[in-house]
Nanobody, 118 residues
Framework: QVQLVESGGGLVQPGGSLRLSCAAS????????MAWYRQAPGKQRELVAS???????NVADSVKGRFTISRDNAKNTAYLQMSSLEPEDTAVYSC????????????WGQGTQVTVSS
């Protein structure tokens, strides 16, 4: 059974930092690209950052320079390091795993709430 479990969300003040983790089980982690998405109330889900199996990363313009995605294949875990957080970053953050060649193998975590507020 495939599971993606996010952790690390919470309430943080503007300018603060958080690190989200996405622990995967039931998949050959190194064969999957990983991504973080977020969805704020009343808005569409948007891609925040992705990391390919070879480590190539992409980050949305809205968070470039503030967020960093990484992965640890030995721990089957992907991370999203978030700094200089802004109220506009408030959202539910979800991780996604997609097989590098079989796109139908696509899995989602349940999400973790990030709230940026003073």
């Amino acid at each position: 059974q495939v599971q993606l479990v996010e952790s690390g969300g919470g309430l943080v003040q503007p300018g603060g930092s958080l690190r989200l983790s996405c622990a995967a089980s039931g998949i050959t982690f190194r064969s999957y690209s990983m991504a973080w998405y977020r969805q704020a109330p009343g808005k569409q889900r948007e891609l925040v950052a992705s990391i390919a199996t070879v480590g190539t990363t992409n980050v949305a313009d809205s968070v470039k320079g503030r967020f960093t995605i990484s992965r640890d294949n030995a721990k089957n875990t992907a991370y999203l390091q978030m700094s200089s957080l802004e109220p506009e970053d408030t959202a539910v953050y979800s991780c996604n795993a997609r097989h590098r060649t079989l796109s139908t193998l696509d899995y989602w975590g349940q999400g973790t709430q990030v709230t940026v507020s003073s």
